[in-house]
């Protein structure tokens, strides 16, 4: 009898544990399952609004010299025609580009469905490596503030455009929220490939450095962001 209750409270306990061990194995197939959710959302959302990015300026990117990442990045390359060097003003040809350009752009940000993905749209300014000592003696400095000075300029020049004039207060207020403006100096510097050249260890090519990029972060980034800093 006493035999016959060691094996009844060993089987309790094997019976016990596989109740354990299914608890588990449903709790981490639901993790498994949420995150697959967040990481398709992410994706389906940046290829969205990368595919209404393309189809909406596919006719002018070549004549804008302008490339549209699958970072969401609009990138503008040609040094000559956005800034004279080491100046911070806009030409008349970049004027030109943002007055065809921004509502467009303005237009599927503001009234498109995936408006609720976006986080952050960010104006970044970039330059090239050549020292700077009106603005500091530390080159790098010098030219983060040259590189802010321009991506401020692209801010200060769409908020006095007639289009952004007419959007109401919440429009407005959506705008604010999302843009930013950042000064990079020549940290993310390219070269001649367009590569950054940190990644390859290659030369500095200082026209292709000399740029404005507008890119967007969605929400999507920022779940990623948290959930790879929990399963670290």
């Known amino acids: ?59 002018d990117t070549l004549k804008w010299q302008m490339t549209i990442g699958k970072d969401l990045s609009m990138k503008f390359n040609n040094p000559t025609v956005l800034f004279a060097q080491g ?22 940000l503001l009234n498109d469905s995936l408006r609720k993905n976006i986080k952050e749209i960010r104006i970044e300014g970039h330059t090239d490596n050549v020292p700077m000592p009106q603005l500091d003696k530390d080159p790098y400095i010098a030219n983060v503030m040259l590189s802010q000075l321009r991506s401020l300029s692209v801010l200060r020049y769409f908020r006095n455009m007639p289009v952004y004039q007419k959007y109401d207060d919440n429009q407005k207020k959506l705008l604010e929220y ?28 200082l026209e292709r450095s000399r740029r404005v990029e507008l890119r967007i972060v969605t929400t999507g980034e920022e779940i990623l962001e948290n959930f790879v800093e929990k399963n670290k």
Do not use: C
């Not at 498994?32 to 393309?54: G, M």
């Not at 911070?88 to 065809?100: A, C, E, G, Y």
């Open 87 to 108: 100046s911070w003003q806009l030409t008349p040809q970049f004027q030109q580009i943002l007055d065809d350009f921004l509502p467009r752009y303005f237009d599927i």
């Open 178 to 205: 999302w843009f930013t403006s950042n000064g990079l100096s020549y940290g993310k510097s390219l070269d001649s490939n367009g590569e950054y050249t940190i990644m390859k260890n290659t030369p500095i090519d």
């Open 1 to 59: 009898m006493a035999k016959h209750n060691v094996w009844m409270s060993v089987s309790d306990l094997m019976t016990g544990l596989m109740v354990i061990f299914l608890f588990i194995a449903v709790a981490y197939m639901s993790q498994v399952s949420k995150n697959q959710s967040v990481l398709t959302e992410y994706v389906e959302t940046k290829q969205k609004l990368h595919d209404k990015l393309v189809h909406e300026f596919e006719g």
